[in-house]
T-cell receptor, first 113, second 114 residues
Framework: EDQVTQSPEALRLQEGESSSLNCSYT??????LFWYRQDPGKGPEFLFT???AGEEKEKERLKATLTKKESFLHITAPKPEDSATYLC??????????????FGQGTILTVHP | KAGVTQTPRYLIKTRGQQVTLSCSPI?????VSWYQQTPGQGLQFLFE???????NKGNFPGRFSGRQFSNSRSEMNVSTLELGDSALYLC?????????????FGEGSRLTVL
């Protein structure tokens, strides 16, 4: 069964304390992995796309990496405004020609000042 | 450039009623997807439309239906509402001739079923 698992479910950090979020997947026919940020009461906001193992993308304090079985979202020196739920999603064959997008359950990140 | 617009933002219904939610995608985007988000299940895919044709459907009962109009605007309908249908319903659009995970989401319609 196609599965996307994020860990930890929740992460509390002090401002400036770097850490990583994990997204592991078991899918057939990976076509891409995507990271989103979701603030309370809002829809998810697209952050990154990764297509192949070894690929990295950066944006401000965030860096996403991809291996054959998982992706990491590294947060360097986080600030309170980085507090949000971070979602990963995997586009895979899913038995259709257009592909199927499966989301993980998300990691709730809280950064304390 | 205007983002994805969903209406209504909040609504309360009772069991057995039906509801229609509306989504206007970003101008030029031809693909619209719908998701249900709940604390327990996370984001669950409902369906995807491209150029007025449903091209993907999630594992939801037939009470959930949708359609897309020629201007790419989309509606979803839930009939015979159940308590478990209480959720945030999110619409997302993309340029979308082919499947993609780069979606632009609206702020959602929060449905409460009493």
């Amino acid at each position: 069964e196609d599965q996307v698992t994020q860990s930890p479910e929740a992460l509390r950090l002090q401002e400036g304390e770097s850490s990583s979020l994990n997204c592991s997947y078991t899918v057939s026919g990976l076509r891409g992995l995507f990271w989103y940020r979701q603030d309370p009461g809002k829809g998810p906001e697209f952050l990154f796309t990764l297509y192949s193992a070894g690929e990295e993308k950066e944006k401000e304090r965030l860096k996403a990496t991809l291996t054959k079985k998982e992706s990491f979202l590294h947060i360097t020196a986080p600030k309170p405004e980085d507090s949000a739920t971070y979602l990963c999603a995997v586009l895979h064959a899913g038995g259709t020609s257009y592909g199927k997008l499966t989301f993980g359950q998300g990691t709730i990140l809280t950064v304390h000042p | 450039k205007a983002g994805v617009t969903q209406t209504p933002r909040y609504l309360i219904k009772t069991r057995g009623q039906q509801v229609t939610l509306s989504c206007s995608p970003i101008s030029g985007h031809r693909s619209v997807s719908w998701y249900q988000q709940t604390p327990g299940q996370g984001l669950q895919f409902l369906f995807e439309y491209f150029s007025e044709t449903q091209r993907n459907k999630g594992n939801f009962p037939g009470r959930f239906s949708g359609r897309q109009f020629s201007n790419s605007r989309s509606e979803m309908n839930v009939s015979t509402l159940e308590l478990g249908d209480s959720a945030l319903y999110l619409c997302a659009s993309s340029l979308g001739a082919r499947g993609t995970g780069e979606l632009f989401f609206g702020e959602g319609s929060r449905l409460t079923v009493l």
